[in-house]
DNA sequence: ACTAAGCTGTTACTTGCGGTAACTGGAGTG
DNA sequence: CACTCCAGTTACCGCAAGTAACAGCTTAGT
């Protein structure tokens, strides 16, 4: 058991995991998140013992394959965040990015975020809910260290990056929700009233007619 | 069959219905959301196929749960919402209000948003993600109608505020859930926060030293 | 008073999924 | 050849959702 030797075996198992991994892709895009492991199993030609060796559990399948996407999505952020151009571009076009990516491939979005969605109604689905929960924790937690680094926030700074860091990704992502559900306007639009908010129009609107407003 | 009746019956059929639905409370606040529809049977003293005659499946049984709970929430955030104040400090109030309904019962909260983290590791759990969806959803809508009613935002209003409501929902949302996990800050430090955000903190921010900020 | 609905409730079952134990066959190594 | 790994299989367990079929009680109709 020499040391090359160890190195093949991981490197198989590492390809094969990847190949298990694309297959659950397959079924998982095709089938919604109520996907079985006998279906993916099969997807990949093999049965289910084999998955739960490589994965552990169910849990640990969809650990790794929400990995994957959110791992794609952050870089995509990262680089809209971090491109040389003044806030209100950037934040625009970290918007702009995230609205691309869930429109492209809304599959994969409902998968990170509303599991259940898929199954037939009367499945009792898998709740994946444990895995969407981290993805925007992580997209909150990034955004906190980038507002922190380059936004001079005054004392308490720290602290206050972190609420807005979550409370964007919140924000976002609620309305990314919401924008793909009903499609009432283009992304553009929507990523031009979001900044808006963002920029303090809601504190500059006038009232209405008829008392103090919102 | 006449009227009478048929009224007494249906009255005893919506007690019991509500008797259900506060044993089901009980069980889902103590064993988490995923309970075993035998499990609440017993707790109501009764057995399955009851529960199914009256809510059809588990889902209907869930969504009735939550929907009690959505109605309380949503009648406390119209309280602070249309209360007779100026904005910020309206704005305030229902951040406030939200938060300190989280706080005070985060199993109820828990249920509604993030329903698989109170089961065992390795449970499948029953996904509720379909029913807290609709929560934010609603809360978005409301909130939507307030600002179009009361905030003058010239050409295009309806749909700005119906983009604002939702994102202002999800911003909440977002970091009242990192908050009731971390809690790194009091209640009111981090109304006071999130209602800067709104009133447009970040665009009036500058610069940190070393090229332009976020 | 006797029967026929129609209600609430039961037991006992099916189906389907996550997860596991135990066996099988082949490839490399002394 | 015997030994050990390891990918892979079949066959099973446990458990939860959901259902069929049956049992008793109350009430209406004649």
Known sequence: MDTTQRTDQQRSADRRRRELLEAADRVVLRDGPGASMNA????????????YR??????GLYAALAKRHTDALLEALRAALDAPAERRERVESTLDTYLAAIEAR????????HPAEGGQPGDAGFDVGKYSAPVLRRMG???????????????G???LARVWGHGIVGMMHAAGDWWLGER????AELVRSLADLLWGRLAAAGDRVG????
């Open 40 to 51: 993916i199993a099969a997807e990949a030609g093999i049965t289910k013992p084999i998955l």
């Open 54 to 59: 490589h994965f552990g559990d169910k849990g």
């Open 106 to 113: 809304p599959q994969v979005y409902r998968f990170l975020m």
């Open 141 to 155: 937690e990034e955004l906190a260290e980038v507002i922190e680094e380059r936004v001079d926030l005054g004392p």
């Open 157 to 159: 700074s720290q602290q």
């Open 184 to 187: 009432p306007c283009s992304r």
């Open 211 to 214: 008392g103090p407003g919102f």
